[in-house]
């Protein structure tokens, strides 16, 4: 039998979608425990130290964590002997300072996007610009927001220094309609038999003045799934733009969302795949 861990994101971390984060989780590790795993789940906030992981032999966890020191126990403790999912690293890979370079590297369709120093000046700008923390994703009021001004970037660097926060993320704001995307599996290939494929999903966001620019779905498909494979992500969500013209560009992504739509079909296609690539380790 196959033993998994759970692992819920911390509360810092789900900011008005705490309930929707814990639900996805719980609802993969049921869908786990139909397919004959045993499954445990565990709070972030309850795992400070090695011994609060201590009799605990998984061959599968799986992961909503973001936070360097449970990443680090997970792969300390873990790394070596059972399936991570999404790997330790790939989690580390969607703090903005190593994700940006990442998928500019690998051609992701983005808008301009700058890593910038909160303790330099502020850069030279074109307004509105979105002002996002350079590290993790948003945790509080401040962390992401579009500046129309100078002295906004400037107060919103001042805070993240006072924060600890280094650097900050300055990124064009384009036009368009707001589109957000869930996938599963496309860090790997799909396989002709039919065995395993990925799973993918797209949605508008709510409360926008909807234009319904014409984009390709193969496109917004792909560029997701290119981004997924640059940062290692299994599990994975963000947000995108459709733009007039056909363009098409990725503002966001992020480890293991809430798929609030899709909860039930999702918990599903991500216990199919966490299997798979579970038993594809130990066949190797």
Known sequence: MIQALGIYREVLHSPDRETDDSRILELTGRALALRGCSVTLKRAEEI?????????R???VFMMCEQEGILHLVEE???SRAQVFNSVESVRNTYRFRMIPRLQQAGVPMPESRLVSVSGPVPES?????????????????????????PEIDEAFASFRSRGITHALLQEHVPGDLIKFYGIGDAGPALEDGSFRPWFKWF??????????????????????????????EVYGGDAIAAAGGRLVLID???WPSFAL???????????????????????
């Open 253 to 255: 992504l992020n480890a």
């Open 126 to 150: 074109v307004f509105p610009v979105w002002v996002k923390r350079g590290d993790v994703h948003n945790t509080r009021k401040g962390d992401v927001f579009p500046a129309r001004t100078s």
């Open 204 to 233: 508008y966001h709510k409360n926008q003045d909807l234009k319904r620019h014409p984009f390709s779905e193969e496109d917004l498909r792909e560029a997701t799934r290119s981004a997924a494979r640059a940062l290692g992500l």
């Open 58 to 60: 998984p061959d599968l």
């Open 262 to 284: 899709f909860r039930d079909e999702a918990s599903r296609a991500i216990a199919e795949t966490l299997l798979y690539r579970t038993r594809e380790r130990v066949k190797a």
């Open 77 to 79: 403790k873990f790394g």
């Open 48 to 56: 400070g130290g090695a011994s609060d992981l201590a009799g605990l």
